[in-house]
């Protein structure tokens, strides 16, 4: 078989043709130094701010710190295996994590990487973990509600969809479990809830993650774990990635609720890394950037336009503070850069009122914009008359004897406590919020013993669903309170209260 000149040389010239398509430039830089998570490289003169890098051993790190002779970069995880004179490669991408719908019912780490065991996830899209917010162009006003299921929160400090509220107190009051209850509550509605655990122990994320799945939660909950075990680096892109996640909904005209627990936490791990890198200390050893820190996260939290699909992000941010200092550095930072705040004060926690909210600290900057017209106008009156207990009961201290209209405020004050008291994991809906406190605030209750109250309202809402489930459906169908809707129920609490019966026990405060 005779060779052809011609043949060969054709193969050989796609062969070269294949060859040069393969050649790709590479930048690459040295490790100069290596510790605590942060490695100085040199050689990357074109890296950008915030892109991946790839240290030996498919280890990711980012970049933090441009300076003049090198580059600074946070790296994610273990720093055990790198060592000074590795080669870095940079990536070409920004720090990003896969979104979708594959995320519900999954426990991930900031990476998008699973933590669950159960198996690979697989997303066809990837948001930027630092993205830009919406513009006031690109926005519209908060002015639809996003139910806790919290008679507190939803009568008086309302959340609406695109709001951002803070969630404030000491440790162990209670803050957790008011976030785990909203979340509860979104169950059968249209709002995906993204829960974010910056630095708590694997335990308690655990705990969380079991409470959602007995509540049936998991199904349309994203739950995001930074341990405290993990890197600093890890705790500090953890909410940029929960608010990623959230952004995946938003911008598709759906809705979604984050969770950031907790942003005290988030802080500290940025005061390590900004310290490492030498960046110069502030006021608490906090960089002088730590506003800008949590102001460019929770302002990705946004009402969209309805010519963007009107998607909206919620955020709830939570932050611990030490023995009831709400004036500190990082609370002041978030509350002046939130729709308002849910204070939760020791003192009312430790008396067994409980959610322990402190109604006059607590405020909504949204207000009744963010509720439905049934909770407004039974909300409104409930707010003036604790206002007015709150502010009698200090002086009923000192005096003993007290004018008629005092003493009938300091009982109605009494029993509206009672029932804005409420169980752990145990939201109600917007009907049976309405129907108690309208029994409260039109003094169907005023004759009662207050140890009565809570088996009044149990009872109520038995009643209520057996004998005017109609009333119910129209009040969270509806959602307005009309002056017939009003009659309906006043003749049907006045006609269970005929029937209730106080024990001898309940007479005697017992």
């Known amino acids: ?22 050649l790709a430039m590479e930048k690459v830089g040295t490790v100069l130094s290596v510790g605590d998570s942060i490695a100085r490289i040199y050689g990357l003169s074109e890296v950008m701010m915030g892109e991946l890098l790839e240290f030996p051993g498919g280890i990711m790190g980012m970049v933090l710190n441009l300076e003049e002779h090198s580059v600074g970069a946070a790296v994610f995880g273990s720093d055990r295996s790198i060592k000074e004179g590795d080669t870095v490669r940079a990536t070409g991408r920004i720090a990003s994590i896969p ?91 249209d709002v995906h809830c993204i829960y974010v655990a910056i630095g708590q122990k694997m335990s308690s994320v655990a705990a969380v993650v ?57 802080a500290a791990a940025y005061r390590q890394l900004a310290l490492l890198l030498r960046r110069p200390p502030g006021r608490e050893a906090y960089p002088g950037d730590v506003f800008y820190l949590h102001s460019r996260l929770l302002e990705r939290a946004a009402k969209l336009h309805d010519s963007l699909g009107g998607g909206s992000l919620t955020a709830l941010p ?39 909210i402190n109604v006059g600290i607590s405020v909504s900057r949204v207000g009744g914009n963010a509720q439905t017209h049934a909770m407004k106008s039974v909300g409104g009156k409930l707010r003036l008359d604790m206002a ?38 145990e939201p109600l809906s917007l009907a049976d919020q309405v129907v108690i406190i309208f029994a409260g605030t039109n003094g169907f209750l005023d004759d009662l013993p207050v140890e009565a109250v809570r088996r009044f309202e149990v009872e109520l809402r038995a009643f209520m669903d057996k004998n005017y489930h109609d009333v119910l459906h129209e009040i969270n169908t509806v959602k307005k309170m009309s002056d017939a809707l009003a009659k309906k129920l006043e003749k049907a609490i006045g006609e269970f209260k005929a029937t209730f019966r106080v024990s001898q026990e309940e007479k005697d405060g017992i």
């Open 318 to 356: 939570i932050i611990e503070t030490q023995a009831a200092d709400v004036s500190a550095y990082i609370p002041t930072n978030v509350i002046s850069i939130t729709d308002g705040q849910i204070y939760l004060e020791p003192d009312l926690f430790y008396a067994g009122i409980r959610p322990a």
């Open 210 to 266: 079991d409470l959602l799945k007995r509540h049936h939660a998991m199904d349309y909950t994203t739950v995001i774990c930074a341990p405290a075990e993990e890197a600093a680096s890890l705790l500090y892109i953890a909410p940029y990635a929960g608010a990623a996640v959230g952004e995946y909904y938003r911008d598709r005209g759906q809705h979604a609720l984050v969770i950031y627990d907790d942003l005290s936490k988030h």
């Open 99 to 189: 979104v979708g719908p594959a995320l519900e019912g999954r426990v991930i780490n900031p990476l998008g990487e699973p933590l669950d065991g159960e198996g690979p996830i697989v997303c066809k899209e990837r948001n930027p973990i630092e993205a830009r917010v919406p513009s006031v162009v690109q926005r519209q006003p908060v002015k639809e509600p996003l139910m806790t299921g919290l008679k507190a929160i939803d009568s008086m400090i309302p959340i609406g969809r695109g709001q951002r509220e803070l969630i404030i107190g000491d440790r162990q009051t209670g803050k957790t479990a008011i976030a785990i209850d909203t979340i509860i509550n979104q169950r059968g509605g």
């Open 388 to 425: 007015q207990y709150r502010e009698l009961a200090a002086f009923a201290q000192f005096g003993s004897d007290l004018d008629k209209a005092t003493l009938a405020q300091l009982t109605r004050g009494q029993r509206l406590t009672e029932v804005l008291k409420q169980g752990q994991y």
């Open 1 to 22: 078989m005779a060779l052809r000149p011609e043949e060969i040389s054709s193969v050989i010239e796609k062969e070269l043709l294949a060859y040069e398509h393969e």
